[in-house]
């Protein structure tokens, strides 16, 4: 250990070295006796040296003398270097350097106060928030500049503190001020309101960042704005314009609609760049995202096609598919073109599509096309047929869809039981003939069971027809069968089918078996009462099968049987996380108020997804021993544990909650956990401001 | 050459075999006397290459702890056990089902309309077959509410009874007609045609796992027929007493020609056919000759 005259003498060598390595030996010296040391080391000329002296004073931690020794830098000094340096260590010390930087700023020079502003933005917590404000009443331009960027750098913390001082600032005398405001608004994704903006977007220097902010305005003025952006010489500008234009229009569909309706056309120069911007071999995704959807809001004939190819493209299928929606009918003739012909996964992509373009009139042209396309060779395109057929269909559709379900074709079976059971709730009464003709036909079982699920029984007959056939269904040797069978049985919900899933609680297949469990849960007697909850209690009680168990909990919630929470009460406690976390998750939806105790217990639990389960459903009892527990969990040893605690308790809100956020905030080190209290806090304590995050990334404004 | 052990040379040692025999017996209550050492090894030997296992003690490791274990136990238990089967084994007690049991069942349950009968360890379900036809044979039962359940401790045998297909060896003691007139031939094989199956519901069950076995529900007739020959006597004695529970009383139990209750006390009584000697729950507690317990 080097003692401290020793590293005096070597903080005072030539040897760039030797003083790297004197620094080195203050982190065995106390916080107040290298205070001094720590702070030449910071201020040397040579960078390495400054890059030690930072790790030594983030290892000697955030104590009172070192920080007192610190904000001394931020008085006036020539050494750049070594404020500079200083301004990032009372920053990385985050809210300790708060309170020791806020009672020198009164003194400090206009560079002192922005380098304090600097340390505010850098610490990340919303606890600067005051002493922002008060920079911001200085006199200095800079000094407020300074410190609105800073309130941009932690407003993501104090949305709606950040957000009432930003908007202020924009009735600023000062333009570098405002300017300091809209980027911080445009970077928080705060909604600006169009009247503060109207007058700015065409503005010299405020112009760029007033047509960003014009993208979350939400007016058609906003809209006219950017379009007559788009026609600007400068390609910054067009595509400043593009991408406001493309946000606007994918948060404010009626807009889109509207500007599209008036038939707003662009110039040659901007239609030019719009049709380059969105070609795919374009390198600018942003760009091209933007002009997809541009192009559709300007009725651009040649989008539409480009759109459609899109949907297969990762990285602008999102955009393409709201461009189509935008274009509306008109653009169907082309899609129908598409699904008839092409790659499998643009032709599945192009039906996909389909549900959102048909309008009256159109309806059995994309009937035809999808029938068709429900027997194709491609398991993608038939799939996307089924599913889609499934909502446009009509009676007719039944029978064709009813034998691929029957045929169990591989690829696309899910699909058409979903498009049969779609299509037999819309179409009860020809479902039923169609099923009552095939019910000798032992390879339709499964479609037959659809039909009967989906119509919740009284298909073939009477319920105990069904139910007699869908246990019948149970004995195939083929497992989808059975499974569809089971859940069929499920779905009628009558006791009669009770013994069928009893048995299926043997079957050779686990998907089954549980089916047949969740099944367990939903039977009930003429009179209402759960069938299976005996079951399911016995269930619960003596399995050694943890995944089993696990369901059965679950089901016992579904079987709303009052003895439920004395069955489950044991399981929250259960070794098994997977047993654990269904007892827990079921209790919290029980109505019964004596569920809280488990919870409570369960909150204790060994395992954190336990516990996190447990906070979860406490959240939602209004109960002081509930708050009391969550406000426990803000010091539970796992972090993401503390982090729900936090997120339950802005839920639970209440002013005891915040007071447990608060209290908690000065002991908590782990930024994600300071995060989710600062939004905890700002959910129960301010109403939401309008705030958006932008989905296509503004460009930055040029000044 | 390599010195890594090779499958075929992995040897089970008796303390190996103990251990292994111990976890079966207590699992699924098969027994292996210590002749069964060759056997053993022989059948297990696949598992442990197919989970790249050098000894059988850290196959034993692999049942006993991994979270795959129970799952592999069935494997195991799948290689270990006999699934020999054919219809209309063992004739004479058939006949004495058919010609005797049935008319009793069709009078005692005749107010309930519904007859409920369990093949206990049913392997490929010849015999589960055989019995929903001689029950459908019978003419007993018109419009009946029939079950016929078939439980197996093997996955594979489970499976192979729902697909319900046989080769010409599972007809080797058949009568003609019975061929003729419930199976549809075709490439793969004789198919039990679907009114016959569809009294038929199979399932996966380890006789031991008394939790498990209660989906059976109660029953009017359980044949277990050369199953527990396999059992040690303290796990024959857990499955009797489990069947008589899940018997109706009256309920008739069927075991394999060389197995008798004897040795073994419990509360059947004995029923003297013309054919065969079979057991019956007492239709009240008062009748039992003897206890359970």
Redesign the interface.
């Known amino acids: 250990m080097k003692a401290s005259r020793d590293i005096d003498k070597d903080l005072g060598s030539s040897d760039p070295e030797v003083r790297r390595r004197a620094t080195a030996a203050i982190v065995d010296l106390s916080p107040a006796e290298g205070a001094d040391f720590v702070l030449r080391a910071l201020g040397d000329s040579d960078w390495r040296v400054r890059k030690e002296a930072s790790s030594v004073a983030a290892a000697l931690g955030p104590a009172e003398p070192l920080l007192d020794r610190l904000v001394t830098a931020l008085f006036p000094g020539d050494n750049v270097g070594l404020r500079n340096a200083v301004v990032e260590t009372l920053a990385a010390y985050g809210r300790a350097a708060i309170p020791v930087v806020t009672r020198v700023i009164d003194r400090l020079d206009a560079d002192g106060k922005k380098l304090a502003a600097e340390v505010f933005g850098g610490a990340h917590d919303p606890l600067a928030m005051e002493a922002l404000e008060r920079l911001y009443a200085d006199a200095d331009p800079n000094v407020r500049t300074a410190a609105l960027e800073a309130i941009a750098d932690i407003g993501a913390l104090a949305v709606d503190a950040a957000s009432r001082i930003l908007l202020t600032a924009l009735d600023a005398e000062d333009t570098h001020l405002r300017l300091a405001a809209l980027e911080g608004l445009n970077r928080l994704g705060i909604v600006v309101p169009w009247e503060k903006l109207r007058t700015l977007t065409g503005h010299r220097i405020l112009g760029r960042a007033a047509l960003a902010a014009a993208s979350r305005a939400g007016r058609i003025e906003a809209a006219e704005a950017l379009a007559l952006a788009i026609e600007h010489e400068s390609l910054a500008m067009f595509r400043l314009a593009l991408v406001g234009l493309a946000e606007l229009a994918l948060s404010t569909e009626p807009l889109a609609l509207h500007w599209k309706e008036q038939g707003i056309r662009l110039g040659n120069k901007a239609r030019e760049r719009l049709l380059e911007a969105m070609a795919p071999e374009s390198q600018d995704v942003e760009g091209r995202r933007a002009a997809l959807v541009v192009a559709a809001v300007v009725n651009e004939p040649a989008g539409v096609d480009l759109a459609i190819d899109a949907l297969v493209d990762d990285a602008v299928s999102r955009e393409a598919d709201a461009a189509l929606h935008i274009y509306g009918p008109a653009a169907l003739p082309r899609v129908l073109a598409r699904v008839a012909n092409g790659a499998s996964e643009l032709r599945a992509a192009a039906i996909g599509r389909l549900t959102d373009l048909v309008e009256k009139g159109s309806e059995e042209a994309v009937r035809l096309a999808l029938r068709a396309a429900i027997v194709d060779s491609s398991p993608e395109v038939a799939s996307a047929a089924l599913a889609t057929l499934g909502v446009l269909g009509g009676p007719e559709d039944i029978a064709p869809v009813f034998a691929v379900v029957a045929e169990k074709r591989q690829g696309c079976l899910s699909a058409a039981q979903g498009a049969l059971a779609s299509l037999a709730r819309r179409y009860p009464e020809d479902a039923r003939l169609t099923a009552s003709v095939a019910r000798r036909d ?1 390879s339709s079982q499964i479609a037959t069971s659809i039909v009967i699920g989906a119509l919740k029984g009284e298909v073939l007959g009477s319920v105990a027809d069904d139910v ?1 056939y869908l ?2 269904a ?4 083929d497992a989808a069968t059975r499974l569809t069978a089971i859940e069929a049985v499920a779905d009628v919900g009558s006791d009669l089918g009770m ?1 069928a899933v ?7 297949e686990r998907e089954i078996q549980l089916s047949a469990v969740r099944a367990l849960g939903r039977l009930r007697t003429k009179d209402g009462r759960s069938a299976g909850a005996d ?1 399911l209690i ?2 619960v009680g ?2 050694n ?1 943890p995944e089993l168990t696990a369901a059965a909990a679950r089901a016992l919630g579904e079987a709303a049987d009052p003895r439920a929470r004395m069955s489950l009460r044991p399981l929250a406690l259960s070794k098994s996380p997977l047993v654990a976390v269904a007892a827990v998750e079921t209790l919290g939806k029980l109505g019964d108020p004596g569920r809280i105790e488990p919870l409570l217990e369960a909150a204790r639990h060994a395992n954190s997804e336990v516990v996190k389960a447990a906070l979860l459903a406490l959240e939602g009892v209004h109960d002081p021993r509930a708050l009391d527990q969550l406000g426990q969990a803000l010091s539970h040893e796992a972090w993401d544990v503390r982090r729900l605690a936090a997120d339950c308790l802005g839920r639970f809100g209440g002013r005891d909650a915040a007071w447990l956020l608060r209290d908690r905030m000065l002991g908590e080190g782990e930024p994600l956990v300071r995060e989710a209290i600062g939004r905890a806090l700002s959910a129960i304590e301010a109403p939401s401001t309008a705030r958006r995050p932008a989905t296509i990334a503004p460009p930055k404004a040029e000044s | 050459m390599s010195l890594a052990s090779r499958p075929d040379d992995i040897r089970l040692r008796p303390d190996e075999f103990r251990m292994l025999r111990d976890l079966v017996n207590g699992h699924a209550g098969i027994y292996f006397g210590d002749e069964a050492l060759p056997v053993l090894e022989r059948r297990l030997r696949e598992r442990l290459a197919a989970l790249g296992l050098k000894k059988y003690s850290e196959y034993y490791q692999f049942l006993q702890f991994s979270s795959s274990g129970l799952t592999e136990l069935d494997e195991a238990i799948d290689l270990l056990t006999t699934n020999e089967t054919y219809f209309f084994r063992e004739d004479y007690q058939l006949r004495a089902f058919s010609n005797e049991v049935l008319p009793r069942l069709a009078d005692d349950a005749a107010s309930r309309r519904r007859l409920s009968v369990w093949s206990a360890g049913c392997s490929t379900g010849e015999e589960v077959y055989t019995l929903a036809i001689l029950i459908v044979e019978s003419g007993l039962f018109p419009n009946w509410d029939i079950r016929v359940y078939g439980s197996d401790i093997s996955r594979r045998c489970v499976g192979a009874a729902r697909r319900g297909i046989y080769g010409p060896s599972a007809f080797r003691t058949a009568p003609a007609p019975f061929r003729r007139d419930y199976f549809i031939e075709r490439a793969d094989g004789s198919h039990v045609i679907d009114p016959i199956r569809e009294l038929c519901h199979f399932g996966h069950l380890n006789l031991m796992d008394n939790e498990r076995v209660r989906v059976v529900g109660r029953v009017d007739a359980v044949f277990c027929r050369n199953v527990l020959i396999y059992f040690d006597q303290k796990s024959r004695k857990k499955v009797i007493d489990m069947f008589y529970e899940r018997l109706i009383p009256g309920g008739y139990l069927f075991l394999g020609h060389s197995e008798s209750l004897l040795n073994i006390s419990t509360a059947f009584e004995l029923v003297h056919l013309s054919e065969d000697l079979i057991y019956r729950k007492p239709l009240s507690p008062m009748a039992a000759r003897g206890g359970s317990e």
């Open positions: 032992q007699s246990s019948a149970l004995s195939s040797a013994e009893q048995f299926a609680l043997a079957d050779e079951r016995e269930l003596e399995s099968d």
